[in-house]
């Protein structure tokens, strides 16, 4: 399922022309760690993807493609986002959302976050947990829309700055609240991207079964 962007004022270059959330597969890992390295300080390397995608059987990431626009030149579909969550036991823990940079501020990051919750139910987990910087204004305010609520702070978590994370979770997934709330949020990015599917579909993890060059001969 695709959907026409609906912010036609966008500058050239920030506008995709159809979108589709779905798993990600191991050919996208040089998208997502560059996407990754432009928006994190300690980015992770491409093989920390690659090791995540095929070797940690608790993770789960979700890519945004976005198709080229009508008449552009650039690629035809590329990876403008993803999101990533550990399963682990019954709680998902959300390690990683982000939009590239110059797609940001249009719903995309809303609808990955959607899709992780998506995933979540898919694999009948109890709740969703993070951390997160708590300089991040945008993203604490984007997981508080999807329910997430502050428990507890780590102190100086983040080894680059010695930033504290601000530890957030949702109530119960399959509660009648967090039910309503997500009904809440599905016609709410529904009505601001019209058509686009808001269910991840699931497929093979790794496309062709291929482990990554370093794997070989261990
Ligand atoms: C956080 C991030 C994923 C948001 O993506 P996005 O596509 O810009 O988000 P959306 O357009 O869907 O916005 C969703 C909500 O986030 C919040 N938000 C987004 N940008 C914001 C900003 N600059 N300031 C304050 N709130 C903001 C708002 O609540 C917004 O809801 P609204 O559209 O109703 O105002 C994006 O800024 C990003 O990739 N940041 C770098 C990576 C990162 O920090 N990830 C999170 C930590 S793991």
């Given at each position: 399922m695709?959907?026409?962007?609906?912010?036609?004022?966008?500058?050239?270059?920030?506008?995709v022309g159809s979108l589709r959330l779905r798993m990600m597969r191991l050919e996208d890992a040089p998208a997502a760690a560059a996407?990754?390295?432009?928006?994190?300080?300690?980015?992770?390397?491409?093989t920390a993807f690659e090791r995540e995608l095929s070797l940690n059987p608790a993770a789960r990431y979700v890519a945004l493609e976005?198709?080229?626009?009508?008449?552009?030149?650039?690629?035809?579909?590329e990876v403008v986002g993803f999101?990533?969550?550990?399963?682990?036991?019954?709680?998902?823990h959300v390690v990683s959302v982000a939009v590239?940079?110059?797609?940001?501020?249009?719903?995309?990051?809303?609808?990955?976050?959607?899709?992780?919750v998506d995933v979540a139910y898919q694999h009948k987990?109890?709740?969703?947990?993070?951390?997160?910087?708590?300089s991040n204004v945008a993203a604490r305010s984007l997981y508080r829309e999807y329910g997430f609520y502050e428990v507890g702070v780590r102190k100086r978590y983040y080894a680059d700055t010695h930033e504290d994370a601000i530890i957030m979770t949702t109530e119960e997934l399959d509660s009648p609240a967090y039910r309503e709330r997500?009904?809440?949020?599905?016609?709410?990015?529904?009505?601001?991207?019209?058509?686009?599917?808001?269910?991840?579909?699931?497929?093979?993890?790794?496309?062709?079964?291929?482990?990554?060059?370093?794997?070989?001969?261990?």
């Open positions: 695709s959907v026409q962007d609906p912010a036609s004022a966008t500058p050239p270059g920030s506008r996407i990754e390295r432009a928006s994190f300080s300690e980015g992770w390397p491409l976005g198709a080229a626009p009508p008449g552009s030149h650039a690629l035809e579909r999101a990533g969550l550990w399963l682990m036991l019954d709680e998902a590239a940079e110059q797609h940001r501020g249009r719903g995309l990051g809303r609808l990955l976050v959607h899709g992780l987990m109890s709740v969703a947990t993070l951390e997160c910087r708590e997500y009904a809440r949020l599905a016609a709410s990015l529904a009505a601001r991207l019209p058509g686009v599917s808001l269910h991840v579909r699931q497929g093979a993890r790794i496309k062709g079964n291929r482990s990554p060059g370093w794997l070989q001969g261990r």
